[in-house]
């Protein structure tokens, strides 16, 4: 088949990566992408300008700008800080192009029908982690009097009266946590939503919605109460640290060993990685500037099963898989959150990786080196793991498509080699 003009752009952008180490340095944690999203979309909850500083800059804020954009809200950025203007009346839908980019645009419903009553926003559609369905969104906030048809491929929503009343997820989905709370900021009432999501993430939103003038109580834990005010007003807000871009920093650190610093990390938020970490042979530490961390000799195995915060993230488990390919002694991993998230291991085997998978279930036996080979990122972290995987590999580890990679991390590259790993990004036309 013929090649076109985009596929020879694509395969020219690509990610070198070389063996490594050790790392030495410190490294600048930004703002958590999961996070900074979901105070966008609550910026549709009432008119005038918000400011959210601490925002990494990184392509999925630049998606989620558009669907703000496209719906008549001016966004701007500068320096890490999002000034975001909703005006008076705005327009509540969210087109497929946008969608299927970023799934996480569906956060517009809860704030859309909080703050106008109705939405239209059309289904991402499936993802490689298997289905995502948006069906504990619904549920949830059909409780407190949201209705719900699907057409054409989009949900249309409306809410004429959002009431209080208690919500029970049936899993402590993070999305659909903060849809019902956003919702239920502005619902008469109280809304109770039990089984709630516990991630750092939704305490940050909730503390948004409370400076807004909101009253949330319990975010963090898995009871959640949201009385219903009539007003709120637009806030200034700082960001909280990416938990995630912290532990594929130190799962850089255990391929290639070294001493770093994450500046800016929060170690209250990462106790369990820290905990496994540990026990594979990478020593944290908290520090008044984030967290320090050492490892040096082998990596040692650990089995490791993801669990919905404060348990394992699942989002960790590509980059302990990459380290457990070449820890000592076998290990075995659990995907207990998306039915499919193990594409990343066939190109860990291809790198040398001894790596068996079954259903949920995924054994590694560490090899000593891996070598390196042209592998392809499938997602944000799946990509972000081969990158790191590559620092314990002899020859060259190439990843393509590394936009997957921008999606979620900002200038992942600069930061590595700042700490003397060696990697570099090759873009088109040099
Ligand atoms: N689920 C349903 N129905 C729903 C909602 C979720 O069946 O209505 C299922 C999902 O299919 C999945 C599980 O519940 O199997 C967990 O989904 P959850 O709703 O908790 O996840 P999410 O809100 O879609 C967020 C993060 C993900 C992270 C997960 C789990 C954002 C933008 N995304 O997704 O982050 O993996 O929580 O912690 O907040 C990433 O950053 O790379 C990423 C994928």
């Known amino acids: 088949m013929e090649r076109s003009r985009r596929d020879d752009i694509d395969a020219q952008d690509r990610i070198e990566v070389r063996a490594s180490g050790p790392l030495e340095g410190t490294v600048a944690i930004g703002g958590a992408k999961n ?65 299927e980019q970023l799934r996480a645009s569906t956060a517009v419903l809860g704030p859309l029908l909080a703050g106008i009553g109705h939405a239209r926003v059309a289904l991402p559609g499936g993802d490689d982690f298997g289905p995502r369905p948006i069906d504990m969104h619904v549920a949830g906030l059909e409780a407190i009097g949201c209705q719900f048809e699907v057409s054409g491929g989009d949900v249309i929503a409306t809410a004429d009266n959002l009431v209080g009343n208690p919500v029970l997820l049936e899993y402590p989905s993070v999305g659909a946590t903060e849809n019902v709370m956003m919702a239920a900021v502005r619902a008469k009432g109280t809304t109770v939503i039990d089984n709630a999501a516990r991630e750092p993430e939704i305490a940050d939103l909730a503390g948004f919605l409370n400076h807004m003038g909101g009253q949330v109580a319990g975010a963090g834990t898995s009871t959640i109460v949201v009385e219903g005010v009539e007003e709120l007003h637009p ?98 991993v659990t995907e207990n959150l998306f039915s499919g998230r193990f594409r990343y291991v066939d190109e860990l085997v291809r790198m040398g990786a001894d790596i068996r998978t079954e259903g949920h279930h995924a054994v590694i036996r560490g090899v000593d080196r891996l070598s390196g080979a042209p592998v392809r990122a499938s997602d944000i972290r799946a990509g972000a793991a081969l990158v790191v995987a590559g620092l314990a590999a002899d020859g060259v580890t190439l990843v393509s498509d590394p936009h997957h990679i921008d999606r979620g991390y900002e200038d992942f590259t600069g930061k590595l080699s700042a700490l003397g790993a060696d990697v570099r990004r090759e873009r088109p036309g040099g």
Do not use: Q
């Not at 966008?40 to 925002?55: K, P, S, Y």
């Not at 809200?73 to 497929?96: C, G, K, Q, W």
């Not at 990462?270 to 020593?283: E, I, P, Q, S």
């Open 235 to 332: 806030v200034e807000h700082t960001a909280v640290s990416d938990r995630i871009e912290a532990a594929t920093f130190l799962a850089a650190l255990g391929m290639a060993g070294g001493e770093i610093t994450l500046v800016g990390a929060r170690p209250d938020h990462m106790a369990m990685l820290c905990r496994k970490l540990g026990d594979m042979g990478v020593r944290t530490s908290a520090d008044p500037d984030g967290i320090w961390a050492m490892c040096s000799g082998r990596l040692r195995s650990a089995d490791v099963s993801t669990l919905p915060y404060p348990g394992l993230p699942t989002d960790c488990k590509p980059l302990l898989v990459a380290m457990l390919s070449v820890a000592e002694g076998v290990g075995i």
């Open 35 to 99: 996070s900074v999203l979901k105070l966008m979309a609550a910026c549709l909850l009432t008119e005038g300008t918000f400011v959210i500083r601490n925002v990494p800059d990184i392509e999925d804020v630049a998606v989620m700008g558009e669907v703000l954009r496209s719906m008549g809200v001016s966004v701007s950025r500068s320096d890490h800080v999002l000034t975001i203007n909703r005006p008076e009346s705005v327009t509540p839908e969210a087109p497929y192009a946008l969608t």
